[in-house]
Nanobody, 116 residues
Framework: QVQLVESGGGLVQPGGSLRLSCATS????????MRWYRQAPGKEREMVAA????????DYVGDAKGRFTISRDNAKNTVVLQMDSLKPDDTAVYYC?????????WGQGTHVTVSS
């Protein structure tokens, strides 16, 4: 059974940091392209960051560049999103995604609220 379980969300003030983790099981993690997506209220889900299966290539979208860092531990089957300099516009539900060949897996999401 495939599982992706996100954690680390919460309420943070503007300028603060959060570290999101995604623990996975049920598939071959080292084969997976791992991504973080987010969905803000009333908006479509959008990709935030991606990391290749061996971790040597990362990609960021929009203003996540320079503020967010994606990393993975293939020994622990986890992927992490370090988010710094958070803004109110970062408020969203953040989802972990794994793509293994033609299969796409999603976590249940973790809420991030950036507010003073």
């Amino acid at each position: 059974q495939v599982q992706l379980v996100e954690s680390g969300g919460g309420l943070v003030q503007p300028g603060g940091s959060l570290r999101l983790s995604c623990a996975t099981s049920g598939f071959t993690f080292r084969w997976a392209l791992m991504r973080w997506y987010r969905q803000a209220p009333g908006k479509e889900r959008e990709m935030v960051a991606a990391i290749s299966n061996a971790g040597e290539i990362t990609d960021y979208v929009g203003d996540a560049k320079g503020r967010f860092t994606i990393s993975r531990d293939n020994a622990k089957n986890t992927v992490v999103l370090q988010m710094d300099s958070l803004k109110p516009d970062d408020t969203a539900v953040y989802y972990c995604n794994a793509r293994v060949f033609n299969d796409n897996y999603w976590g249940q999401g973790t809420h991030v609220t950036v507010s003073s």
